[in-house]
């Protein structure tokens, strides 16, 4: 089992920054994959960011490219995903998960975000 708690969500203006973190306990954390997905009101949820175990690979989707980046810290279990230049449209609750590129196994509560304009 990994148990996945995500922080540092909040309210930001359009053009805002905000850093969300996934803390994970349990299993070896460098053993897993880690991604991030968000899932906004009436929508089903997507996929934002993923991250090698290692951290050497990294990959986003397009509506994000430039403006988010994905890090992780094996060394303190966390994974990060740096938010610049946000948009109301990227209003979500925010989901941390572990687990392979095709299947994610565990995830998290989710943190909201919220971008004003």
């Known amino acids: 089992q990994v148990q996945l708690v995500e922080s540092g969500g909040g309210l930001v203006q359009a053009g805002g920054s905000l850093r969300l973190s996934c803390a994970a306990s349990?299993?070896?954390?460098?053993?897993?994959?880690m991604g991030w997905f968000r899932q906004a009101p009436g929508k089903e949820r997507e996929f934002v960011a993923g991250?090698?175990?290692?951290?050497?690979?990294?990959y986003n989707v397009t509506s994000v490219q430039g403006r988010f980046t994905i890090s992780r810290d094996n060394a303190k279990n966390t994974v990060y995903l740096q938010m610049n230049s946000l948009k109301p449209d990227d209003t979500a609750v925010y989901y941390c998960?572990?687990?392979?590129?095709?299947?994610?196994?565990?995830w998290g509560q989710g943190t909201q975000v919220t971008v004003s304009s």
């Open positions: 991250i090698s175990w290692s951290g050497a690979s990294t």
């Open positions: 349990g299993r070896t954390f460098s053993n897993y994959h």
């Open positions: 998960a572990a687990g392979s590129p095709s299947i994610y196994r565990y």
